[in-house]
């Protein structure tokens, strides 16, 4: 069971604790917290995990919790996590995010046919996501299709 993630906690750890990674591996990210950990004597991680902290600290909360609380939030709304065990419909900006992180990337095309809604919308809403730092932005190397990753 996944403990759910205290913003405040998270921008404590980053001001006191930051250089040393202690509030990357408190919000999930390992890679992140090894590194911090590795360069931590070169003082850029402090300086880095301090402005982080000010950052997670002016999060709003919503965008905090479909960050770093993902399972949690869509367990305690009740949206459905697998296709088709229910036949609740998902918030689009979740589903999309789910579309994501099942995928390990999706097209906007990816997500317009999961989530049967017009393109126009979709297309809208993950640019809202990506304004909002919860998706990133790449290409395949097979076709160069622009591919869309959670965060």
Partial sequence: MQDKKEKIV???LAFF??????HKFYLGEMGWGILYFLFCWTGITWIIAFIEGIGL???PQERFDLKFNYPLVVRQIGYPTERASSKEKEKLEVAILRICRERN???VSDCVIETGEDP???RKTIEALYTQGLLTV???MEDGAVVYYAS
Avoid at 17 to 22: A, K
Wanted: charged share 10%; proline share 0%; hydrophobic share 55%.
């Fill in 105 to 107: 990337g999706a097209t």
């Fill in 57 to 59: 600290l002016l999060m």
């Fill in 10 to 12: 998270a921008a404590l």
């Fill in 17 to 22: 604790l930051g250089g040393l990674g202690v």
């Fill in 138 to 140: 790449g290409n395949r």
């Fill in 120 to 122: 126009a919308k979709v």
